[in-house]
């Protein structure tokens, strides 16, 4: 119980920290902030083993993008791309208990004035090939929309094989970009800190991607 309360937790944190991005900050002259989504983590690379229900988690990450006319079909596209990302979300799902919290936006009122939320709801599949079963759910505060219940912007199911990502359906209310899911499955906690390493193994990346020097020294700078 103790390893499941602390998984948890986690998951709360990253919920916070995803859903708390802003839109990526603009460089000195100007040009958009690039990031990369939807990679893959070949530490928790899964087999047609069986998941036991109890252990197993998932990791969801939602993120809005810049541009609309992805590739169709998508396939590893993202994997060597760079993309401009407006907000995000990460989170841990717990099976078939959904999970709430803001989306594009602060929990503040610093970072925007849109006040939306994500709700995610997952099954975990039987074994590991199988495709993990995603219920999403984008919403409108009742606040924003000057109505009494909150405007559901967004409302589908998915179902896709864990590290694949899915391009989701986007309403002009919603987003005149694209929506991104990526579910990762976990069997353990453990897995939860190799998708963390992965994360942090993506900056590195995207720094060869956009073919980034290292500054010069100072000998060389010498005339």
């Given at each position: 119980?103790?390893?499941?309360a ?17 839109e ?15 990679q ?18 998932v ?143 993506e ?15 100072v ?5």
């Amino acid at each position: 119980m103790q390893r499941f309360a602390v998984l948890g937790g986690v998951g709360s944190l990253l919920a916070g920290l995803g859903a708390c991005q802003r839109e990526p900050a603009k460089s000195p002259a100007g040009a958009p902030r690039a990031a990369l989504v939807a990679q893959s983590c070949p530490e928790i690379a899964l087999g047609p083993e069986p998941i036991q229900a109890n252990n197993a988690r998932v990791f969801v990450e939602v993120v809005e993008l810049d541009d609309q006319n992805l590739p169709h079909p998508l396939g590893n596209w993202l994997s060597e791309h760079p993309v401009t990302v407006r907000s995000s979300a990460n989170t841990v799902a717990f099976p078939n208990v959904p999970t709430s919290m803001p989306w594009g936006q602060c929990v503040d009122a610093v970072c925007g004035d849109r006040q939306r939320s994500l709700t995610l709801a997952a099954r975990v599949p039987e074994r590991g090939s199988d495709p993990i079963q995603l219920a999403v759910r984008i919403e409108e505060s009742a606040d924003e929309a000057g109505a009494e219940s909150a405007k559901v912007l967004l409302e589908t199911t998915l179902s896709a094989p864990s590290q694949q990502p899915v391009v989701l359906p986007v309403s002009p209310a919603l987003s005149d970009g694209s929506v991104v899911v990526t579910a990762y499955l976990l069997r353990q906690l453990d897995d939860l800190h190799r998708v963390l390493e992965c994360k942090v193994r993506e900056a590195k990346r995207l720094e060869q991607l956009q073919g980034a020097q290292p500054a010069p020294s100072v000998a060389a700078s010498k005339p």
